[in-house]
């Protein structure tokens, strides 16, 4: 089968997290089997050698030139300007801003000349290269890694959003979005039953498919020995709203509470690209932001717990899943440990669960006075990851995906 996989997220190395991650382990693991061609953009600090290795792993690599940034510009003409085209063209300006107009015309003209059997578009910033009457002549998909409008609804929620007068300007336009984009497609991909939920109220004749994300075990093997002490750490892309917003919380509201009880907490920030506010942190006591590092793994095994106070994104969230293959044991949001099975009545106990403060303190100090409690959560979390969220099973799940015969639609 000859797959055409549109990313203009380029997705490699693994390593640097978020949706390269998914990208890159199911390209891998379709390219097994089948012909892929990967489009996708080239960012300034990708390297040549970066470059090379990707190229070695697929059967086509095109790629482009990421567009330059838009001027932010703060004056309300512009302001007024990226309103007015969102709400006559109806696709947000966080996706126009990455749109290529070189990249669309290779598109089109690959799937004129019928060189592909099914495009995949890998997280729903690229579904604005596949054209409606694409799914006419061959399958469509569009992998979502989140819902845009319930990730907006959600910040607006719980208090984060960055502007929240223009947000709830642009929730009933991103609602408008998503279902519209949907429709083009013959297929949906979600991460988790929450985003399947989300999508199918906007289109319930949609087929839908929840798979969710993996972990790569030999990046993140399991560690050896519990360190003990009192060091805590999170991981993620530190330009990330969502991430931002939970260590800074964490970092202000909980820890604090902690050092009362347990004076040489210590709090590593892991992840590349820290934003200021994030890098600002770094003057507390105990908090060590270390930006990008060399091997994510290391820092975790040196953790006694692992926090995920994630208070908005939706998805299975990667940053958990590699805590837990790593065996540190997680205490995390609703958020943070969203689609996860961790502490029902009919599973075994994977991880604690914290949403306010005083609960954070409750759980950390739980796990820090019991050793036997760490290791309970490790293993059990180890177990989850090894048996249900490996690339395997997920790759397997999207080749499905691609290889299920649909009838083409006549809208």
Request: aromatic share 8%; charged share 20%.
């Amino acid at each position: 089968m000859n797959i055409l996989m549109l990313s203009s997220t380029f997705p490699y190395p693994p390593t640097r997290g978020g949706t390269q991650v998914r990208t890159f382990n199911l390209l891998k693991y379709l390219s097994q089997n089948h012909s892929v061609t990967l489009v996708t953009q080239r960012e300034s600090d990708v390297t040549d050698v970066e470059l090379s290795e990707l190229r070695d792993r697929v059967n086509r690599l095109v790629v482009f030139d990421r567009p330059p940034d838009s001027p932010t510009t703060a004056g309300i003409l512009k302001k007024l300007q990226r309103f007015g085209n969102f709400l006559l063209q109806g696709t947000p300006p966080s996706v126009l801003n990455r749109y290529s107009v070189e990249m669309q015309t290779w598109v089109n003209n690959w799937v004129k000349a019928g060189k592909c059997d099914v495009i995949t578009c890998e997280h729903s910033v690229n579904e604005i290269y596949v054209q409606p009457h694409f799914q006419k002549q061959l399958k469509t998909i569009v992998n979502v890694h989140s819902s845009v409008y319930a990730t907006c609804r959600n910040q607006l929620t719980t208090g984060i959003s960055e502007n929240s007068v223009r947000d709830k300007i642009n929730l009933p336009l991103l609602r408008r979005y998503e279902q519209n984009y949907c429709a083009k497609f013959s297929a949906i991909v979600v991460t988790t039953e929450e985003d399947k939920i989300q999508i199918q109220e906007f289109n319930p004749n949609s087929q839908i498919t929840v798979i969710p994300n993996g972990v790569d075990f030999v990046s993140f093997p399991n560690r050896t020995s519990d360190p003990g002490g009192h060091r805590l750490i999170f991981i993620g892309a530190m330009d990330n709203l969502a991430n931002i917003d939970a260590v800074c919380f964490f970092s202000n509201q909980v820890l604090p509470e902690i050092q009362k009880h347990y004076p040489d907490t210590t709090f590593d920030i892991v992840g590349s690209h820290p934003a200021p506010e994030v890098l600002a942190l770094n003057k507390k006591v105990g908090i060590n932001v270390t930006g990008r590092v060399p091997s994510m793994v290391e820092y975790l095994h040196k953790a006694t717990i692992c926090v995920v106070p994630m208070r908005t994104g939706f998805g299975i969230k990667n940053k958990t899943l590699e805590a837990m293959a790593a065996g540190v044991p997680i205490v995390g949001s609703d958020r943070g440990l969203e689609g996860l099975a961790v502490d029902s009545n009919t599973t075994s106990l994977r991880a604690l669960r914290a949403n306010e403060p005083a609960e954070y303190v409750s759980a950390i100090s739980q796990l820090f006075d019991n050793p036997d409690l760490r290791s309970q959560l490790s293993h059990n979390g180890r177990q989850l990851v090894e048996t249900e969220f490996t690339w395997d099973i997920a790759g397997k799940s999207y080749e499905e995906v691609c290889l299920r015969k649909d009838i083409p639609s006549d809208s």
